[in-house]
């Protein structure tokens, strides 16, 4: 046993690590490896099945059973399902008709994003309180940079333990995975899912990857894994014994990267939570102001406009904050906590309850500012839920817009005086 597996909660884990240690020649061996760069210890955390595990706490009868989360409509898709639905061959994304069709009994529920905004804050405090460097890759998501700690103490004990205490905590089931970097913690977290986790130490990266598929690499789709398999490139083993040559050939960048990965190696860095940058913008008034009409304006202006830099990151945000500077120079600001998101509805609606809960009324505005932060990569899915489905098009629709006539066309189009035409056609 090359590297440590370990079978589901329930089942007695500790024998089976300890038996995959002694077994395991590598382990604490560690002065003999001669290494290049510092050794990196990476977890990867993943809660398993987050929406429907969700929804199930909320309504315990529904565990266990198959169940499909996403819109009901015609137009539905399936946002997240359950384990007993993906046996019946269902999985996320799939039209909730075909879905149903391939399991009629199964039960649909609704999105519930603030509750899974809620439990993902209560997953990231839980981590935040313990791991010394992490990144929340996505609403459900984490890698923890724990190199050098090893040296302390056991860092897979240690994860064990992280993991305990989630699941203890909130009730949610969450899958992990230990290695050197964060693409093999990925690709080894999926494979200890469902809830489960497994360690690939050191010097292992290859044999643990050699006989998983290629489409097992993070950004290798449907269309790059039947590109591959043209070339009779299955596993990923295949695809490390290609030289890089041919793969630049084929490739281009792509396939240089692609040979790098499967050969285990990959650099991506941890980003702290807490230093993932903010979205933000201010305005200083050309004169201090009291006119609500045009403070408003201006506040869903510049919530307009870092609403699309969130949306152009790929990233939703689950904290919105609005300052405002009086004539005298006080500076007062206030933030609140939202359910993820990039929509600009949801987030004016926000801005403007903050901005009536500071402004002091009548007392002139020098500067006004929007800032979101916790900042979180765009796993929530909202686009695969029915509601919002159609939402989703508009937004695109309208970023393009503004990708293809410079960034505000449509917010500054959108105030423009409609006097204008009236006058020609007066005119006419
Ligand atoms: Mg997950």
Same mark, same amino acid.
């Given at each position: 046993?090359?590297?440590?597996?370990?079978?589901?909660?329930?089942?007695?884990?500790?024998?089976?690590?300890?038996?995959?240690?002694?077994?395991?020649?590598?382990?604490?061996?560690?002065?003999?490896?001669?290494? !290049?760069? @510092?050794?990196?210890?990476?977890?990867?955390?993943?809660?398993?099945?987050?929406?429907? =595990?969700?929804?199930?706490?909320?309504?315990? =009868?529904?565990?266990?059973?198959?169940?499909?989360?996403?819109?009901?409509?015609?137009?539905?898709?399936?946002?997240? &399902? !359950?384990?007993?639905?993906?046996?019946?061959?269902?999985?996320?994304?799939?039209?909730?008709?075909?879905?149903?069709?391939?399991?009629?009994?199964?039960? *649909?529920?609704?999105?519930?994003?603030?509750?899974?905004?809620?439990?993902?804050?209560? *997953?990231?405090?839980?981590?935040?309180?313990?791991?010394?460097?992490?990144?929340?890759?996505?609403?459900?998501?984490?890698?923890?940079?724990?190199?050098?700690?090893?040296?302390? %103490?056991?860092?897979?004990?240690?994860?064990?333990?992280?993991?305990?205490?989630?699941?203890?905590?909130?009730?949610?089931?969450?899958?992990?995975?230990?290695?050197?970097?964060?693409?093999?913690?990925?690709?080894?977290?999926?494979?200890?899912?469902?809830?489960?986790?497994?360690?690939?130490?050191?010097?292992?990266?290859?044999?643990?990857?050699?006989?998983?598929?290629?489409?097992?690499? @993070?950004?290798?789709?449907?269309?790059?894994?039947?590109?591959?398999?043209?070339?009779?490139?299955?596993?990923?083993?295949?695809?490390?014994?290609? !030289?890089?040559?041919?793969?630049?050939?084929?490739?281009?960048?792509?396939?240089?990267?692609?040979?790098?990965? =499967?050969?285990?190696?990959?650099?991506?860095?941890?980003?702290?939570?807490?230093?993932?940058?903010?979205?933000?913008?201010?305005?200083?008034?050309?004169? /201090?102001?009291?006119?609500?009409?045009?403070?408003?304006?201006?506040?869903?202006?510049?919530?307009?406009?870092?609403?699309?830099?969130?949306?152009?990151? /790929?990233?939703?945000?689950? &904290?919105?904050?609005?300052?405002?500077?009086?004539?005298?120079?006080?500076?007062?600001?206030?933030?609140?906590?939202? @359910?993820?998101?990039?929509?600009?509805?949801?987030?004016?609606?926000?801005?403007?309850?903050? %901005?009536?809960?500071?402004?002091?009324?009548?007392?002139?505005?020098?500067?006004?500012? *929007?800032?979101? !932060?916790?900042?979180?990569?765009?796993?929530?899915?909202?686009?695969?839920?029915?509601?919002?489905?159609?939402?989703?098009?508009?937004?695109?629709?309208?970023?393009?817009?503004?990708?293809?006539?410079?960034?505000? =066309?449509?917010?500054?189009?959108?105030?423009?005086?409609?006097?204008?035409?009236?006058?020609?056609?007066?005119?006419?």
């Amino acid at each position: 046993m090359n590297y440590i597996r370990t079978p589901s909660a329930g089942a007695p884990v500790r024998g089976v690590f300890i038996l995959a240690m002694h077994m395991n020649p590598l382990y604490g061996r560690r002065t003999f490896v001669i290494m !290049s760069q @510092p050794q990196r210890t990476i977890a990867h955390f993943d809660l398993d099945a987050f929406f429907v =595990s969700v929804e199930c706490i909320l309504d315990p =009868s529904l565990k266990g059973k198959p169940l499909l989360v996403g819109g009901h409509s015609d137009r539905g898709v399936v946002a997240a &399902c !359950s384990y007993e639905a993906r046996k019946f061959g269902i999985h996320s994304a799939m039209p909730m008709k075909t879905a149903l069709r391939l399991c009629p009994h199964a039960t *649909v529920v609704g999105s519930t994003r603030g509750a899974y905004s809620k439990y993902s804050r209560w *997953v990231t405090e839980i981590i935040a309180a313990k791991a010394p460097l992490f990144e929340k890759a996505s609403i459900d998501e984490f890698y923890l940079d724990l190199t050098g700690m090893d040296r302390f %103490f056991n860092a897979y004990q240690w994860t064990i333990d992280l993991r305990e205490e989630i699941m203890k905590a909130t009730g949610l089931p969450i899958s992990f995975a230990l290695a050197s970097n964060k693409m093999i913690a990925k690709i080894a977290t999926d494979e200890a899912k469902p809830n489960g986790y497994l360690h690939v130490p050191a010097g292992m990266e290859q044999e643990f990857l050699a006989p998983l598929k290629v489409n097992k690499i @993070p950004g290798v789709g449907d269309q790059m894994y039947r590109s591959l398999g043209e070339l009779g490139i299955i596993t990923i083993r295949d695809l490390s014994l290609r !030289s890089v040559e041919e793969l630049e050939k084929r490739f281009g960048k792509y396939g240089v990267d692609l040979w790098h990965k =499967s050969r285990g190696i990959h650099t991506g860095e941890v980003v702290p939570y807490h230093e993932a940058k903010s979205i933000s913008t201010e305005n200083t008034f050309q004169e /201090n102001t009291t006119d609500l009409e045009f403070l408003m304006a201006e506040l869903v202006r510049m919530t307009e406009r870092v609403a699309y830099e969130l949306r152009q990151d /790929n990233k939703t945000t689950g &904290c919105v904050a609005v300052k405002i500077r009086y004539g005298d120079f006080e500076t007062t600001s206030r933030q609140t906590s939202i @359910p993820y998101t990039f929509y600009d509805d949801e987030l004016i609606t926000k801005a403007k309850e903050l %901005f009536h809960q500071l402004w002091r009324k009548g007392e002139p505005i020098r500067l006004m500012g *929007v800032r979101l !932060s916790e900042l979180t990569g765009e796993a929530i899915q909202t686009n695969l839920f029915q509601d919002t489905q159609k939402k989703n098009e508009l937004y695109k629709a309208i970023d393009d817009v503004k990708n293809k006539f410079g960034k505000y =066309s449509i917010v500054k189009a959108g105030g423009l005086e409609p006097g204008k035409e009236g006058e020609q056609e007066a005119g006419a």
